[in-house]
């Protein structure tokens, strides 16, 4: 079936004449209908106590709007029942109090915590920015994204009223000066629309992109819009012609199936001309969804061959075998249409289109709603460390600091890489070796001194590409360089790096003293000819002191006596010896 009418499109909207603030009761009434709706556990009680909380502490507060301040939490909370995936009283009711705690003097977490409970303090308190008058602007916003992180990693719904109340803020935008839109705008782009997308919140995300780019450049908005209105009226004759020929394969190989049409929204269109593409070089304007109306993964590849044997396949991607890191599942491919046009397609069952809808958020249960990213607690608590570091030690630069490390860790996207073994490792797209060998262990991270990358020897900085099968390399005698700072991006890596050298600030200093030293290298190989040249020739003749080898079977075995200057010397020999054919292990011997 071809759904038509389910074209996803967006258009701005605005908060215009809300039907809320001239009569508190009705705006109750209204709330309690929403969440008996919605929710899983309707706690009539708490949500009625938590409004007239919110509406008694409010008092006398307006908005930009003119209406009563309670108004914009009633208002988000109805955005976080009706768009969101919440199934919980508690989060209503913390959602309703999210700004008591920051613009009211005499509401804090313990007056929350004994009038409601714990739960609903710590997400009020989560969702509170962080203002202190004695520090900067600058430290308060630094420790305000901390704070934000800590949430996103301990419990989720704090994010998702975050969420919800910058959607509403947005909706609301047009009351505020100018320049305050640009600003609300700008971080809006710069960090809510990354959550919502590593949430898998799409059309959150799409919406936030929208409204922030009509109010950076409402002109260059409004050109691409009118400009798309047309192509749009084009290429939905084409695009619908073209699901005929789908449909008909489809129904004859009776999968049960809808197929809806997305179309690009503006700001995606504007990121792509900003990458130096012409409006009228986009000839993939439209994707289509093909939903299996079963939730049989097998299902998908059937009707994925099925399309494959119709129209050329230029591109496939398999999310079902391996999901994104936010659970979503889907087979992504791209197919030559007619006239040579490009049409994007995902293939996905409903239980997959409801995670690619709602985002992990939707495998929520009210037994297990809380952790969003799969972080320990003890990784949790060294990268909270860490921030409150960076916000003590470099208050001017810690806010791009810190955003920069949850940007790159939690936001970007992922590159999937394979260990020894071949079982994937999820790491950060720009990590290197060095990052893997952290992710590994501590160990592996502070003695690494090379790795062998699809069986080819690779030095620490090494960018690690999808598909690399990693094998670390380490030495017992290895230890950290200042340098080593610069190869990672993982916070595991930047975290470790950071501890070493503030608790060992000389040792570059130490290291620069020795002029010359002496160390033992256990070197094992084939017994071949050959070989013990190519092993002097990477050691160099004047770095050799003393040589002792023995032969067992088919090896021989040697220990190698060399004087070096510094470290540097030790990795580049070890690589050197380790690219050598037949070369089984390299280790170095402790005097």
């Not at 600058?138 to 109340?165: G, H, P, Q, T």
């Not at 130096?276 to 993964?297: A, M, P, Q, V």
Request: charged share 30%; aromatic share 12%.
């Amino acid at each position: 079936m071809i759904d038509t009418e389910n074209i996803f499109m967006f258009q701005p909207e605005y908060e215009e004449d809300s039907p809320f603030g001239i009569d508190p009761k009705f705006d109750l009434q209204f709330l309690l209908q929403k969440a008996e709706e919605y929710l899983q556990d309707y706690d009539e009680e708490l949500i009625t106590k938590a409004f007239w909380y919110c509406y008694e502490n409010h008092k006398g507060m307006v908005r930009k709007s003119g209406k009563p301040f309670y108004t914009h939490p009633l208002n988000v909370s109805i955005v976080l029942l009706e768009e969101f995936p919440i199934y919980d009283s508690q989060t209503v009711a913390a959602c309703l109090l999210h700004d008591t705690m920051e613009d009211v003097d005499n509401v804090t977490w313990e007056s929350i915590k004994d009038t409601f409970n714990v739960e609903v303090a710590r997400m009020v308190d989560g969702v509170t920015k962080i203002s202190h008058k004695q520090v900067s602007q600058a430290e308060n916003k630094a420790a305000s994204y901390r704070k934000l992180f800590l949430a996103l990693v301990r419990d989720i719904r704090v994010v998702l009223i975050k969420l919800a109340d910058r959607l509403h803020n947005i909706r609301t935008l047009h009351y505020l000066s100018p320049n305050k839109q640009q600003y609300i705008a700008k971080e809006t782009l710069n960090f809510y629309t990354m959550l919502a997308h590593r949430l898998g919140l799409l059309k959150i995300k799409i919406e936030l992109e929208n409204l922030s780019f009509f109010y950076l450049d409402r002109e260059a908005y409004e050109d691409i819009k009118e400009r798309l209105s047309q192509k749009r009226k084009e290429f939905l004759g084409y695009i619908t012609s073209f699901l005929g020929t789908i449909e008909n394969s489809l129904q004859e190989h009776e999968i049960d199936h809808t197929l809806t049409i997305y179309h690009k929204h503006e700001y995606e269109i504007f990121n792509m001309i900003q990458e130096g593409k012409s409006l009228s070089d986009i000839d993939n304007f439209y994707s289509i969804n093909l939903i299996i109306n079963t939730n049989e993964k097998s299902d998908c590849y059937r009707a994925h061959g099925i399309i494959a044997n119709t129209f050329d396949s230029i591109k496939f991607l398999d999310y079902i075998s391996k999901p994104k890191f936010d659970w979503y599942k889907s087979l992504h491919t791209e197919i030559i249409g007619p006239d040579g046009k490009k049409i994007e397609l995902s293939i996905r069952t409903q239980e997959m289109e409801a995670i690619a809808e709602d985002g992990f958020a939707s495998k929520f249960s009210l037994k297990n709603k809380r952790k969003a990213l799969n972080i320990t607690r003890e990784d949790t608590e060294e990268w909270g460390k860490w921030m409150q570091e960076m916000i003590e030690e470099y208050p001017d630069s810690a806010i791009q600091i810190i955003w920069n490390s949850i940007k790159v860790n939690l936001f970007d996207v992922d590159v999937v890489v394979y260990n020894k073994k071949g079982e994937p490792v999820s790491l950060p797209d720009g990590s290197s070796v060095l990052d893997f060998a952290f992710a590994k262990s501590y160990y592996d991270g502070m003695h690494c001194i090379s790795a062998k990358i699809n069986g080819v020897i690779k030095e620490l900085n090494y960018e690690l590409q999808y598909g690399d099968q990693v094998e670390i390399i380490t030495s017992d005698s290895v230890k950290p360089e200042p340098k080593w700072q610069q190869y990672v991006v993982t916070f595991k890596a930047v975290i470790s790096l950071f501890h070493y050298f503030k608790e060992n600030p000389f040792v570059e200093i130490a290291d620069d003293k020795v002029l010359h030293s002496f160390i033992k290298m256990k070197i094992v190989g084939e017994d071949r000819e050959g070989m013990l040249k190519q092993i002097t020739e990477a050691i160099g003749k004047n770095s050799m002191h003393e040589l002792h080898i023995s032969a067992q079977e088919e090896d021989f075995e040697g220990v190698f006596t060399l004087k070096v200057k510094e470290d540097d010397d030790v990795n580049n020999i070890f690589l050197k010896i380790l690219n050598i054919q037949g070369i089984k292990s390299v280790n170095l011997l402790e005097d």
